[in-house]
């Protein structure tokens, strides 16, 4: 990895391009510094017994923004969530679906999703003040001063949706997912620093909690990266024909069917619908001992029902990334085009009936990969909470910090090889 990103800074265009997305990069986490006006310098005390619980974990995809209250402190959450309304969408209204397919109406959805994301930063922007006045962190209190909140929070959402589309226009792709992967690695020194003092206590329970995530971290860390490569490969066979007096094809080659195809994309998406109830909560604080109170501790991420929804949204997400991203039916169409086919297996509608039963059984069993990665250190969590008395939250969040981190890590990898390999004219010349 290394020696790619040590060749691809000696060629001029894509050096630029890396130049550019740490440029970016830097933006955006001066922004996550900016304070607000209005509000309190305090309010990371609201997090100081909040360990594993929803707080912590938009504080971790905000790079520490959401816990200080800054200009970035609804990070990318609106706009993931925009993206999920559209995609949901597509796949409902014909209409939308059809304008997908077309250079035009792709851009038309990508201009409503903007528009979406802003009306969700601006809820969700709402939502962050209410809770701010509740815990009583705000320095006023009048309505001038609720706006001016709002409005930063809003702006602060929508400016980060536009550092994300510049990486995706002029530097290396993947633009909100490397936000995402910064703001999480932002965390990686603290959490550290924290191991470090941790065993150095001599605390047989903190000293457990430390080597624990690090185990923890370390083994999925090498799992993640297994299983990104691994691939269901289907044999392709080309019928040889005539053209003049030359005869082309008979050759075969392999269709590749990754594992994990939808990358990390299904975590992200069931964080972000999981998410969603504490949101309300911001806006709407419950009573104590309410049913509404009630509610919303059972989606927090110590309960048995928040891990239980995971790994069903889980599943359901990777299932539904691969029903717009991957289209069999064309797959097979362009096989039997190019005088190829699946050796006993029929061109045509057999061909995409076989493509589409081995890509389920191969998304299954991806989509179990991605949840156990991500629900099993809940699971730890909740079973460590329930002897001890203790949150193990770095240990509650490490599953999806990883998924995240390696897998937005490999794909940036991959995008630069790619580009590299487009500009090697060496072959072509010899």
């Known amino acids: 990895m290394f020696k790619t ?44 017994s909040s360990s594993g619980s929803i707080f912590e974990y938009l504080s971790l995809i905000s790079g520490t923004a959401f816990a200080q209250a800054n200009l970035f402190a609804l990070s990318i959450s609106p706009y993931i969530n925009s993206s999920i309304i559209m995609q949901l969408l597509c796949v409902a209204i014909p209409a939308l679906e059809n304008m997908s397919k077309e250079e035009d109406g792709r851009k038309k959805i990508s201009q409503i999703t903007r528009y979406v994301t802003v009306a969700i930063a601006l809820v969700t922007a709402y939502g962050y003040y209410m809770m701010l006045r509740n815990y009583g962190f705000l320095t006023d209190n009048s309505v001038f001063a609720g706006i001016i909140i709002v409005a930063c929070y809003t702006a602060g959402s929508s400016l980060i949706m536009w550092l994300g589309e510049k990486i995706n226009e002029n530097g290396i792709g993947n633009g909100i997912s490397i936000i995402l992967f910064v703001n999480i690695v932002s965390g990686a020194p603290q959490a550290i620093i924290s191991m470090v003092q941790n065993i150095a206590s001599g605390s047989i329970a903190a000293i457990i909690s430390s080597i624990l995530t690090l185990v923890i971290v370390v083994a999925m860390a090498i799992f993640v990266i297994y299983i990104t490569h691994s691939e269901r490969r289907l044999q392709v066979q080309y019928a040889k024909r005539v053209v003049g007096r030359k005869m082309y094809g008979g050759q075969s080659s392999t269709l590749p069917l990754k594992l994990n195809m939808a990358g990390v994309m299904p975590v992200i998406f069931a964080n972000s619908i999981l998410a969603l109830p504490s949101t309300i909560g911001m806006i ?25 929804l995971f790994l069903i949204l889980i599943i359901a997400f990777s299932y539904f990334y691969i029903a717009i991203s991957f289209n069999p039916i064309e797959v ?11 050796p006993g297996i029929r061109p045509g509608k057999p061909t995409s009936d076989y493509i589409t039963k081995i890509l389920n059984k191969i998304t299954l069993m991806g989509a179990f990969f991605l949840a156990a990665i991500a629900v099993l250190p809940l699971v730890v969590n909740l079973i460590y909470t329930l002897i001890t008395k203790v949150s193990l939250g770095s240990v509650a969040f490490a599953g999806t910090s990883v998924i995240i981190v390696v897998g937005v890590a490999l794909e940036t990898y991959r995008e630069i090889e790619a580009q590299m390999t487009m500009r090697h004219y060496k072959g072509f010349l010899e």
């Open 5 to 48: 990103l040590k060749n691809a800074f000696a060629l001029p265009d894509i050096r630029k391009k890396l130049l550019f997305v740490a440029f970016i990069v830097l933006i955006y986490r001066i922004g996550c510094a900016i304070p607000v006006p209005f509000v309190s310098s305090d309010i990371q005390n609201i997090f100081a």
């Open 284 to 308: 709407f604080p419950p009573k104590e001992g309410s049913f509404w109170e009630g509610f919303l501790n059972a989606f927090s991420y110590d309960s048995w029902l928040y891990a239980v």
């Open 332 to 342: 097979a169409n362009n096989l039997k085009k190019q005088g190829g086919f699946l």
